[in-house]
């Protein structure tokens, strides 16, 4: 059974930074591309960041380009999202998913999802 564990969270003041992980166990991780999403309260998940297999290419969001970088280490089954010049409105629980590299910006292309962990961004 996959499982997805994202860890990083917390509570950070706007223009800060803040590394998210996400660990994978349950199947080969370096088969599949890994994405991030986020969901405000109230407001419907939405698509930040996504990496390739073997981490050849990666994609984002227009609102967090130049801000956030996706990486993976496949020895460790674990993906990184690394955000920085956070703002208020970035606040919401974020996601890690696996999947099969296709539709990469949709939940569509996503297989497994984790539980997500809490961004709190003060202004």
């Known amino acids: 059974q996959v499982q997805l564990v994202e860890s990083g969270g917390g509570l950070v003041q706007a223009g800060g930074s803040l590394r998210l992980s996400c660990a994978a166990s349950g199947r080969t991780f370096s088969r599949y591309a890994m994405g991030w999403f986020r969901q405000a309260a109230g407001k419907e998940r939405e698509f930040v960041a996504a990496?390739?297999?073997?981490?050849?290419?990666?994609h984002s969001a227009d609102s967090v380009k130049g801000r956030v970088t996706i990486s993976r280490d496949n020895a460790k089954n674990t993906v990184y999202l690394q955000m920085n010049s956070l703002t208020p409105e970035e606040t919401g629980i974020y996601y890690c998913?696996?999947?099969?590299?296709?539709?990469?910006?949709?939940?569509?292309?996503?297989?497994?999802w984790g539980q997500g962990t809490q961004v709190t961004v003060s202004s």
């Open positions: 998913a696996e999947g099969s590299g296709y539709s990469i910006a949709s939940d569509m292309g996503y297989e497994y």
């Open positions: 990496i390739s297999w073997n981490g050849a290419w990666s």
